[in-house]
């Protein structure tokens, strides 16, 4: 592995191994997180957390959800694209 991925948690690797072996696309982005849909919650032993929007019916107003807490950005990105992946008549990554 490269230095950068070699540096991170064996947790972040191993979910960067699991999202290329699903041919999932972890989405980066410039956030602080670096990953679409991935939110940090400062104080919390597992700061990481996906969030994504719940799909309740065509025209029906969408609700933020957060399905879970994680050590890693990488974790919580895998899980997220996880979702969107395989239970795209569930969630969504937009409000609207």
Known sequence: PSAAVSSLSVEAQDAL??????GLILERNASIT?????????????????????????????????????????????HYAKLLKFEDTVYSPNAS
Do not use: M
């Open 17 to 22: 191994q699991a999202a290329e072996a699903g």
């Open 34 to 78: 670096g990953f679409r849909g991935v939110v940090r919650i400062a104080n919390k032993a597992k700061p990481f957390q996906g969030r994504l929007y719940r799909i309740d019916g065509p025209g029906k107003k969408r609700a933020r959800v957060t399905r879970g807490s994680f050590g890693s950005p990488e974790e919580a990105a895998l």
